[in-house]
């Protein structure tokens, strides 16, 4: 995907060691601004995403996102006002981070303090610290793997918080029964949604992905949620498959108007 490289993003990192104190830890949060960021006054909606080490950089483990190219193209179709922060997983610790904090597959784990994290302690500090619209309609979250599972079970915490998902080839086979309680059982909840899968990923992918878009169309509780399903014939689970549907996604959550 070429891009101009005037309109990369700004690359800022808020902290190496941001404090997390419903964990007890610290983690590397950076945040990337439009690249005239620093020369308006404008505010901009956020994304919050996590395995942030995936998303930029050149020493991401199992390849990159690109984000930063992506948002340069964005850009460049008038779609790149949007803050998006970057939130490094937890090494050794992601699987129980990003693991909901009740019986699943994995074990009971640590997902509902790291969701507190995210919704009582980063975005307000993201809100004090830059130029973002706040409210919830300006307001996104999303990841791939284990970390679209947590951004899903994160939104059933605190569903007031966020009105834009990216749901990137979710580890669903974990707590399948996360798509009841996120369609059902959080009737707060008023967004778009975007899924996305490859139909060589295995785990039930396309499966699990297409239950859960069928069960957001079925409009419980009187809602019409938005929702876009992108099935990637051959896609893999990867991040260089995700990078590419990036641009994509961030078009449709928030750039339809």
Do not use: C
């Amino acid at each position: 995907m070429e891009y101009n490289p005037a309109f990369l993003p700004v690359i800022e990192v808020i902290d190496e060691h941001f404090e997390i104190p419903q964990l007890i830890k610290t983690r590397r949060i950076a945040a990337l601004l439009p690249h005239d960021y620093h020369h308006t006054d404008k505010r901009y909606p956020v994304l919050y995403l996590q395995d942030g080490q995936n998303l930029f950089g050149d020493f991401a483990p199992f390849g990159s996102w690109e984000v930063p190219g992506k948002l340069a193209w964005l850009t460049e179709r008038g779609m790149g006002d949007i803050i998006i922060i970057s939130i490094d997983h937890g090494e050794s610790e992601r699987l129980a981070e990003f693991t909901p904090s009740k019986p699943t597959s994995l074990g009971i784990g640590d997902g509902k303090k790291y969701a507190r994290f995210l919704a009582e302690t980063l975005k307000p500090y993201v809100d004090e610290h830059f130029r973002t619209l706040p409210e919830r309609e300006h307001t996104g979250i999303g990841g791939s793997s284990m970390g679209a599972l947590i951004s899903i079970y994160a939104t059933t915490q605190h569903p007031l918080t966020y009105s834009k998902l990216m749901i990137f080839s979710p580890s669903l086979w974990v707590i399948p029964e996360i798509n009841e309680e996120f369609v059902r059982g959080t009737p707060n909840y008023y967004g778009r949604i975007y899924l996305y899968g490859g139909t060589e990923e295995g785990s039930n992918m396309v499966e699990h992905l297409t239950h859960l878009y069928n069960l957001v169309k079925e409009n419980p509780h009187g809602r019409n949620l938005p929702v876009e399903l992108s099935i990637r014939e051959g896609g893999q689970h990867n991040e260089a498959a995700w990078g590419v549907e990036f641009p994509k996604a961030i078009q449709w959550l928030f750039f339809q108007e």
